[in-house]
């Protein structure tokens, strides 16, 4: 089976690969720099199964919709292949119902990626390098920044509480593991 997934879901994958034994899996990923330009995130996923899914008996994408409207849900109807179900990896690393009973429309959450990426794919793309002014228009309305760790690694709860601070939030961590991410990719 071929897993086309998001990169920034990669490295908790390959960790489930290894811990599970999954040998049956082979992993594609697209790159995760996507996420900022959701539009792209259909067309790319649905040329990327066009070009392999003949090598496969099946093909799972690991991406939930990831702000695409939809788009990536009839993409993956269209050709046929299974995808993670929810609004983004927020929601089933937490857990879809979880996460939405919870409600928490003030709180900005980050993943171990996003955790170690922090200044490639928010600090940077914002332009908060450029222009810290801007922090309170981006970030005026969130009260907490939310650590959802996949792994228990200190350091980067650590690394966590300071982009909190960065950004002038209150800091909470939950330690989600991987959630419905490796449940799904064990029903595929």
Known sequence: MLVIACGALAR?????????????LDLHCLPAILHNRPDRIAPAVEAAVTARRDRYDRVFVAYADCGTGGDLARSCARLGVEMIEGPHCY???????????KGEVTCFYLTDFLVRQFDAFVWEPLG????PELRDMYFG?????????????PALTDLAR??????????ERRLTGYGELETALARA
Do not use: C, S
């Open 91 to 101: 929601a089933f690393y937490e857990g879809v119902a979880a996460f939405e009973a």
């Open 12 to 24: 908790e994958i390959l960790a489930l690969i290894g811990q599970r034994g999954w040998d049956h």
């Open 162 to 171: 300071r982009h909190a601070e960065r950004l002038g939030l209150g800091f």
């Open 128 to 131: 908060l390098d450029r222009h």
């Open 141 to 153: 309305n969130y009260t907490t920044l939310v650590y959802q760790a996949q792994t228990d690694d």
